[in-house]
């Protein structure tokens, strides 16, 4: 596709459900990483694929969180048994070399 | 521990004027530097870029400046229009982040007509 799509936009959902965030990103990047945004913090780094090798989990917060990448295609967050601290948006972005194309991000809402 | 920092929170500024948005870093081996605009709503867009060889890159009315001595970074957008109201986060990465770039926390620009 033309950019980086995210889906859903917005997600509510009650604490101790799971939920699961997809991003498609733009063919032909290698590189797909995972960013959450909380109310006034900076982007914080969840986790980072790069082609077919292992993934960088190193910034999953917890192992409530976990991403799933198929090749060089779609990815998926999962976050297990959500928290009210889970709440933010949630940026996917891809890269082919230095420099990223941002989706519009997933927010979630943890009642 | 946050290794790009963006003191200022907020910033207004008359249209016309010069906005100018400053960053901070602690890791001497960070070398390519960006600056991204993001809307409500939307995610963040690419701005302009940097890399640590040069001092300074221009694009339109945007140009970003770097210190490497004193790991400072700005954009500057001159002349400021209602347009350019968002919030504008900086990032930077180095051959030994593995491509992951670290933000800044951003500063909200408020152009006023």
């Known amino acids: 596709g033309a950019g980086v799509s995210q889906s859903p936009s917005n997600k509510v959902t009650e604490k101790g459900k799971d939920v699961e965030l997809r991003c498609d990103p733009i063919?032909?990047?290698?590189?797909l990483y995972w960013y959450r945004q909380r109310l006034g913090q900076g982007l914080e780094f969840l986790i980072y694929f790069q082609g077919n090798s292992a993934p960088d989990k190193s910034g999953l917060p917890s192992d409530r969180f976990s991403a799933e990448r198929t090749g060089e295609s779609v990815s998926t967050l999962t976050i297990q048994r959500t928290q009210q601290e889970d709440s933010a948006v949630y940026l996917c972005?891809?890269?082919?070399?230095?420099?990223?194309?941002f989706g519009s991000g997933t927010r979630l809402t943890v009642v | 521990d946050q290794q790009v920092k963006q003191n200022s929170p907020s910033l207004s500024v008359q249209e016309g004027r010069i906005s100018i948005l400053n960053c901070d870093y602690t890791?001497?081996?960070?070398?390519?530097f960006l600056w991204y605009k993001k809307y409500p709503a939307e995610g963040p867009t690419f701005l302009i870029s940097?890399?640590?060889?040069?001092d300074k890159n221009e694009d339109g009315r945007f140009t970003v400046f770097l210190n490497k001595s004193a790991k400072h970074l700005s954009l500057h957008i001159v002349p400021s229009q209602p347009g350019d109201s968002a919030v504008y986060f900086c990032?930077?990465?180095?051959?030994?982040?593995?491509?992951?770039?670290?933000f800044g926390t951003g500063t909200s620009l408020t152009v006023i007509p």
């Open positions: 890791n001497s081996m960070f070398d390519y």
């Open positions: 990032a930077a990465s180095g051959r030994d982040t593995g491509n992951q770039f670290y």
């Open positions: 940097i890399s640590s060889i040069k």
């Open positions: 972005a891809s890269s082919l070399d230095r420099g990223y194309t």
């Open positions: 063919s032909g990047h290698t590189a």
